[in-house]
């Protein structure tokens, strides 16, 4: 079965320090992956998908097929980054859309 | 409206109560996602539909959940003779794209079902 894997519940930084999420999933296969994010109150929205190799808010994630990761990175963490954190990695078909079991990062002042 | 809309947004229920959850998606998307969301826990898919067609209830995790998509627009999500268990944020989500990838999801708030 395709599996996510979001090592990490809870994720504490200060702010300006570098922050990692990880994300390993299994699959074999061109994949399409993205991040999603989920701010206190709001809705679950998209951070951002691999295939647009774009930033948003500083934020980045490289796929890695050798390791099967897809982590998302920021130099500099701010305080406005803390939420929950989903990776969605690739789906065997496209009906199935997996999410991980999240990571909350908590950016201390 | 201009976003997937949920409703109710809170429904607390005895055991044994049938439930209904409403979603209204984006106008135009044709694919349509319920996902159950345990406290802690990441969502969980429960089934898809494109357009009126339900092409996957295989996260459906029993014969007493039931979803559907009548006109291809409005979606429900039924719950009959409720458990405890089934105590869960329920998220529906709605996308534009059809076929091998299926594009950015847009997700409603969710109903908070609670189940005493």
């Known amino acids: 079965a395709q599996r996510v894997t979001q090592p990490e519940k809870l994720l504490s930084v200060f702010k300006g320090a570098p922050v990692e999420l990880k994300c390993n999933y299994s699959?074999?296969?061109?994949?399409?992956l993205f991040w999603y994010v989920q701010y206190s109150r709001q809705r679950l929205q998209l951070l951002l998908r691999?295939?647009s190799r774009e930033s948003i808010k500083g934020f980045t994630a490289d796929l890695n097929k050798g390791e099967t990761s897809f982590h998302l990175k920021k130099p500099f963490a701010q305080e406005e980054d803390s939420a929950m954190y989903y990776c969605?990695?690739?789906?065997?078909?496209?009906?199935?859309?997996?999410f991980g079991s999240g990571t909350k990062l908590n950016v201390k002042p | 409206g201009a976003g997937v809309s949920q409703s109710p947004r809170y429904k607390v229920a005895k055991r044994g109560q049938d439930v209904a959850l409403r979603c209204d998606p984006i106008?135009?998307?044709?694919?349509l996602f319920w996902y159950q969301q345990a406290l802690g826990q990441g969502p969980e898919f429960l089934t898809y539909?494109?357009?009126?067609?339900?092409?996957?209830k295989s996260g459906l995790p029993s014969d007493r959940f039931f979803a559907e998509r009548p006109e291809g627009s409005v979606s429900t999500l039924k719950i009959q003779r409720t458990q405890q268990e089934d105590s869960a944020v329920y998220l529906c989500?709605?996308?534009?794209?059809?076929?091998?990838?299926?594009?950015?999801?847009?997700f409603g708030e969710g109903s908070r079902l609670t189940v005493l």
């Open positions: 989500a709605s996308s534009l794209a059809t076929g091998r990838y299926t594009g950015e999801l847009f």
């Open positions: 699959y074999s296969g061109s994949p399409e």
């Open positions: 691999h295939i």
């Open positions: 969605a990695p690739p789906r065997y078909n496209f009906n199935k859309f997996y």
């Open positions: 106008s135009g998307h044709v694919s």
């Open positions: 539909f494109q357009n009126e067609a339900q092409l996957d």
